[in-house]
């Protein structure tokens, strides 16, 4: 199977109440981890790859190499699409031209009539190659490749703009934040979710930031419309506790427990547990 747009499997969970992870990609272990575990939980998935991991995996056209030698090698059989994480207007372009199936341009950055000018243009280029489209309004709070926001709430009416140009699915500010959450955070907002999905008449919706989030909270978002939620932080968090236990342990001493086949394998498996409880969580396992 080969590597598939995003705009199928997000409609399928937007119908089923369910929603699609997009868990992010760091190198060759965070990938097959990834992919194994779409396999393990039967599920579609997306790839994530934001513009800083691009660079340090040498390049959009060697990510896409990678990730699809990856998914023959091991035999991939559920839907796969490898989608640009918080792009930027030209970092989309070459994302789309590396052949990603699938790309975000978040322009929450700039004023809305820019941002609604960028999207039409990414949109119609993107579509006319087959590819899924996601944008933004209202940034998501936290950092993200330079991109600072303080998690301001989409505005329902310049979302319904933004769905009317034909975009796939819609990223939209509802209080969610990159990174760990701090002890004070207030939570989803979900009458300003409700509202966005009520303007965009029912237009799938993305929640980033997914690392962290109480599950009760994630289950009413997906209820409201979120069908494709984006994980990376908490794959973060587990590979570097799995990988700090077998050293802290001594393994790394052990024999040739130094081998970085070794070293990493902890951690891997981590990620590939935590992904298929995420899965199951968001209730995309068993709907490929």
Same mark, same amino acid.
């Given at each position: 199977?080969?590597?598939?747009?995003?705009?199928?499997?997000?409609?399928?969970?937007?119908?089923?109440?369910?929603?699609?992870? %997009?868990?992010?990609? *760091?190198?060759?272990? !965070?990938t097959k981890a990834v992919l194994a575990a779409a396999e393990e939980a039967k599920s579609p998935v997306m790839l994530g790859v934001s513009e800083g991991a691009g660079k340090y995996m040498a390049g959009y056209k060697t990510v896409v %190499?990678?990730?699809?030698?990856v998914?023959?090698?091991m035999g991939i059989t559920v839907p796969v699409a490898i989608h640009l994480d918080h792009g930027s207007y030209e970092g989309a372009k070459e994302a789309i031209a590396a052949g990603?199936?699938?790309?975000?341009f978040d322009g929450s950055h700039y004023g809305f009539e820019e941002n609604l000018e960028k999207s039409k243009e990414i949109i119609e280029l993107a579509h006319s190659k087959g590819i899924s489209v996601e944008c933004e309004v209202g940034s998501i709070g936290g950092e993200e490749d330079g991109v600072v926001g303080m998690g301001e709430f989409a505005d329902p009416q310049e979302c319904a703009t933004i769905a009317n140009l034909g975009v796939d699915f819609l990223a939209a500010g509802i209080g969610n934040i990159h990174g760990k959450y701090?002890? *004070? !955070?207030?939570?989803?907002?979900?009458?300003?979710?409700?509202?966005?999905? @009520? %303007?965009?008449?029912?237009?799938?919706?993305v929640l980033h930031g997914g690392s962290g989030i109480p599950a009760d909270q994630v289950a009413k978002a997906i209820s409201l419309g979120v069908s494709k939620i984006n994980v990376n932080t908490e794959l973060q968090l587990?590979?570097? @506790? %799995?990988?700090?236990?077998?050293?802290?342990?001594?393994?790394?001493?052990?024999?040739k427990g130094y081998d970085p086949r070794k070293l990493l394998a902890p951690g891997a498996k981590a990620i590939q547990s935590k992904v298929v409880a995420m899965m199951n969580q968001f209730g995309s396992a068993n709907k490929a």
């Open positions: 199977m080969v590597l598939v747009s995003a705009t199928e499997m997000i409609k399928k969970a937007h119908e089923g109440h369910y929603a699609v992870g %997009a868990f992010n990609i *760091n190198n060759l272990e !965070w %190499a990678m990730v699809k030698e998914h023959d090698f990603f199936t699938s790309v975000m701090p002890a *004070n !955070w207030a939570g989803l907002n979900f009458d300003v979710l409700g509202k966005i999905q @009520d %303007a965009t008449n029912g237009k799938p919706l587990v590979f570097a @506790d %799995a990988t700090r236990e077998y050293i802290v342990a001594g393994k790394d001493q052990e024999g």
